[in-house]
Nanobody, 114 residues
């Protein structure tokens, strides 16, 4: 079955960086466009980044554009999210998901606080 396991979250000060990873199994990763979502406390889960199968096209929500970078390693079945210049409003649980397949992982908590 589809398995998505996010990791790399933690507590970081404003202005800091984190790199999230998402290990994928249960489907052909290289054939799936992938996404990152996040859900802040009391808010809906929102799409923040998308990447095509060959990583030739990426897109970002305005709130993270210029600070976050989505990437993938098809040989390792792994999706990444490099997050720079983090702000307190980036505090959320971060999830990866295949664009056109159902299923969520447990997420990884990112907390930005001084």
């Amino acid at each position: 079955q589809v398995q998505l396991v996010e990791s790399g979250g933690g507590l970081v000060q404003p202005g800091g960086s984190l790199r999230l990873s998402c290990a994928v199994s249960g489907f052909t990763f290289s054939s799936a466009a992938m996404t990152w979502y996040r859900q802040a406390p009391g808010k809906e889960r929102t799409l923040i980044a998308t990447i095509t199968t060959a990583a030739d096209i990426t897109s970002y929500a305005d709130s993270v554009k210029g600070r976050f970078t989505i990437s993938r390693d098809n040989a390792k079945n792994t999706l990444y999210l490099q997050m720079n210049n983090l702000k307190p409003e980036d505090t959320a649980v971060y999830y990866c998901k295949a664009l056109t397949r159902p299923g969520w992982g447990p997420g990884t908590q990112v907390t930005v606080s001084s």
